[in-house]
Each structure stands twice: as structure tokens, then as C-alpha cells.
């Protein structure tokens, strides 16, 4: 069972920058980014593959996030930019061991706990 740990939330102003990182504790192939806003049903932000290094994005955060990866580390980082108000919500983790599925979050089998992003007007 691989486990997510997430860290790098917090509140920042419209405009500012936050970073996210998410560590797994085995073996994943994808591992990207949801996440969820009040009232919201929780959605896709960004993925990457772990060999071909092929990346997805969100077309709300298409030019302002950029996801990369240490695949020595397990590790992922969702560097946000830009942030706007509509930005916040609790964003996920997620991995799976499949090499296809980026967007589609039923192809995800494991998960982290989730981390609190804010933004301020």
C-alpha cells in the first residue's frame, strides 16, 4: 500500500505563489494534482508520468502551475502562480500504477489526506 504524504498549503494573496509537494512511499507511475472547492465537486489539476514524463494540466491552470517531478525521491511539486481567488480549495494528491488515465480520477488508486489552499482577494 502506497502512502501520500502532502505539505505547502496555507493562505496566500491573489497573485502570490505556493508550492505543493507530495511524497509517496513506494513505486507509482502517475502522480498528479486535485482538488476540491467548497460546495465543488472535486476535480482534476495536473498529472505526470513517471517515464515518459508527459504532463496534463487543467486548462484553468494551464500557464500559471507547473507540476514536476524526482523520481528518485517519489516525489511530485505543483508550483502555483498567479493564484486567484477561485484557486482555493483542499487539494489532493493522488497516484496509480497504470501508464495511461491522467485526468480521470477513478483511475486513482491511492490518495493523500489532502492540504488547505487559500487565496485572498
Known amino acids: 500500500q502506497v502512502q501520500l504524504v502532502e505539505s505547502g498549503g496555507g493562505l496566500v494573496q491573489a497573485g502570490g505563489s505556493l508550492r505543493l509537494s507530495c511524497a509517496a512511499s513506494?513505486?507509482?507511475?502517475?502522480m498528479g494534482w486535485f482538488r476540491q472547492a467548497p460546495g465543488k465537486e472535486r476535480e482534476f489539476v495536473a498529472a505526470?508520468?513517471?517515464?515518459?514524463?508527459?504532463?496534463r494540466y487543467a486548462d484553468s491552470v494551464k500557464g500559471r502551475f507547473i507540476l514536476s517531478r524526482d523520481s528518485a525521491k517519489n516525489t511530485v511539486y505543483l508550483q502555483m502562480n498567479s493564484l486567484k481567488p477561485e484557486d482555493t480549495a483542499v487539494y489532493f494528491c493522488?497516484?496509480?500504477?497504470?501508464?495511461?488515465?491522467?485526468?480521470?480520477?477513478?483511475?486513482?488508486?491511492?490518495w493523500g489526506q489532502g492540504t488547505q489552499v487559500t487565496v485572498s482577494s
Open positions: 493522488a497516484a496509480h500504477l497504470s501508464y495511461v488515465a491522467f485526468t480521470d480520477q477513478r483511475a486513482y488508486n491511492y
Open positions: 505526470m508520468s513517471g517515464s515518459a514524463g508527459i504532463t
Open positions: 513506494g513505486r507509482t507511475s502517475i
